[in-house]
C-alpha cells in the first residue's frame, strides 16, 4: 500500500471522534492495526466506573477465535496470565514474546501461550488501559501471520488505542448520577474532575479528552459556580462529598 494511502493518526481521531456505534468503532481500529500486520483484536474491560457493571471483567469488543476464548476462561488463566500481571506494573505497551524470553513462566503459563501462538494469536501486543482509578482495561492485538507478520511502533499502537478507549468510554459510559444532575454538573464535567483529582493540568485534561484547553477552562469555570467552589482544591473536595467523583 503506497505512504499516501495509509490510515493517518489524526484521520483516525476524528473518524472515532464522529462514530455513533461499537460496530463501526471496532472496524476503525481494524483498519488502523490492519496496516501493522495485526488482524486479531480484543478489548477487555477490566474495572472501569464510568461504564456498566455488565461490561466488567470480559472482552466486549473482539475477533480472537472463540475456541482460544473458550480455553482461557476454563481453564481461569486470568488468575496466571504473566502478560495481565505485568501489564499492571507499567504503562507502555507489553510484546508478549519479548516479556516471555526475559521471564520465568511457569508451566500453565508457558502452555498459555503456546495454545495462543499455534491457535492463531502470533506476535502478540497487550495496551494498558489507565483511569484514575487505575488499570480500567486492556486492549490485545495479535495477528495470523508467522513471526515477522507485524511490525509495530509501541507508541503508535498506544495512541491509537488510548483514542479507541476513549471513544469506546463515549458511546458506552453511564449517564450522569442523579446527584450530578441536580448540582448541575454533567458527565463530562464529572470526568474533568476526577481527572483534577489525579492532578492533572488543564492542558494535560484537553489532551486525554481530545478538547480544547478553552473547553476545559470554560468547564472548569461552570463547575466552580455549581460547586460553590473558589478553587481547584476546594471543587475536589466538596464533588468527593457530594459523592461525585472517588476519592
Known amino acids: 500500500m503506497g505512504h499516501f494511502n495509509r490510515y493517518q493518526f489524526e484521520d483516525f481521531v476524528t473518524d472515532t471522534r464522529q ?8 472496524a476503525l481500529l481494524k483498519r488502523a492495526v490492519a496496516q501493522h500486520g495485526y488482524d486479531r483484536i480484543s478489548l477487555w474491560v477490566i474495572d472501569d466506573p464510568d461504564l456498566p457493571q455488565r461490561v466488567h471483567g470480559r472482552g466486549v469488543l473482539h475477533n480472537f477465535p472463540d475456541d482460544l476464548r473458550g480455553y482461557y476462561l476454563e481453564n481461569g488463566c486470568a488468575a496466571f496470565d504473566p502478560v495481565m500481571m505485568a501489564v499492571r506494573r507499567q504503562s507502555g505497551v507489553l510484546d508478549w514474546e ?37 488499570l480500567v482495561a486492556s486492549i490485545g492485538l495479535a495477528s495470523t501471520e508467522g513471526k ?22 463515549r458511546l458506552n459510559a453511564q449517564g450522569e448520577t442523579p446527584r450530578a444532575q441536580a448540582i448541575g454538573i454533567t ?32 468547564h472548569m469555570r ?17 464533588a468527593i462529598g457530594e459523592g461525585l467523583i472517588r476519592p
Open 148 to 169: 515477522d507478520g507485524a511490525h509495530a511502533n509501541p507508541d503508535l499502537i498506544g495512541a491509537l488505542t488510548a483514542q479507541f478507549y476513549l471513544s469506546y468510554k
Open 187 to 218: 458527565q463530562k464535567q464529572t470526568e474533568i474532575l476526577s481527572w483534577v483529582a489525579a492532578g492533572k493540568t488543564d492542558s494535560e485534561i484537553a489532551t486525554i479528552m481530545g478538547i480544547s484547553r478553552n473547553t476545559v477552562d470554560t
Open 222 to 238: 461552570q463547575i466552580f459556580a455549581r460547586l460553590d467552589a473558589p478553587n481547584r482544591v476546594t471543587a475536589v473536595v466538596k
Open 19 to 26: 462514530v455513533t456505534a461499537d460496530v463501526d468503532l471496532f
Open 98 to 134: 519479548d516479556y516471555e524470553k526475559r521471564s520465568n513462566y511457569l508451566p500453565a503459563q508457558t502452555r498459555l501461550y503456546n495454545v495462543a501462538r499455534e491457535g492463531g494469536l502470533r506476535n502478540g501486543l497487550t495496551a494498558p488501559i489507565w483511569g484514575r482509578t487505575g
